[in-house]
């Protein structure tokens, strides 16, 4: 079955844009999460959509929010860019169970210049 | 906060070496996993631990879950260069569904 799917898969863009990051997960996936991936700070989650509804959040600031579709595919938005958010955003999809395999796409590589 | 600490950070090694990679935490884990990331890639599930004291082996790598559920390990062993990568240990964070806490990660350069 097709993997996870993330697009584009590189972005670059200037302080103070805003940016739309998109994954759809594989199918019969219900729960997609969104995770940060720095060399500094490494992977952090951003936030997880079940069912279209929000489930869990991270300790990020309002600028970086997300939604999901009744597809399950889901999109984050990151508005007001600076040059911190440049990283690696990695989204990854289950079936939503406690401690289940994560399935993850290959990542889109956002530059903010 | 739930943190996973992984060491060593960085590790090369020759080919046929063997090696362990460790991830300790202050907190219990219900369950641990770990991953492997390849450059460019997204990070691909190798196991799931979940007893305390419970050892998984998978093909050349051995990975064994801590008594008390705070600590797990991974060995390889005869490491070979198609083992390079980033190794992440992580576990679910308390009271959430599918939230994972990643560890800081083991970068693993393997040479001939």
């Known amino acids: 079955k097709a993997g996870v799917t993330q697009t584009p898969r590189y972005l670059i863009k200037t302080r103070g844009q805003q940016v739309t990051l998109s994954c759809s997960p594989i199918s019969g996936h219900r729960s997609v999460s969104w995770y940060q991936q720095t060399p500094g700070q490494g992977l952090q989650f951003l936030f997880e959509y079940f069912s279209e509804t929000q489930r869990n959040k991270g300790n990020f600031p309002g600028r970086f929010s997300g939604r999901q579709f009744s597809n399950s595919r889901s999109e984050m938005n990151v508005s007001t860019l600076e040059l911190g958010d440049s990283a690696l955003y990695l989204c990854?999809?289950?079936?939503?169970?406690?401690?289940?395999?994560?399935?993850f796409g290959s990542g889109t590589q956002l530059s903010v210049l | 906060t739930q943190l996973l600490e992984q060491s060593p950070q960085f590790l090369s090694i020759q080919e046929g070496e063997n090696l362990t990679v460790y991830c300790n935490s202050s907190s219990v884990f219900s369950s641990l996993q770990w991953y492997r990331q390849e450059p460019g890639e997204g990070p691909v599930l190798l196991v799931t631990v979940v007893t305390g004291g419970e050892v998984k082996k998978l093909k050349r790598l051995t990975f064994q879950f801590g008594d008390a559920r705070k600590d797990s390990s991974l060995h390889i062993t005869a490491a070979q260069p198609g083992d390079t990568g980033l190794y992440l240990c992580?576990?679910?964070?308390?009271?959430?569904?599918?939230?994972?806490?990643f560890g800081t990660g083991t970068r693993l350069q393997v040479t001939l």
């Open positions: 992580a576990g679910p964070t308390t009271g959430t569904a599918s939230k994972l806490t």
């Open positions: 990854a999809s289950s079936f939503g169970r406690v401690g289940e395999k994560l399935f």
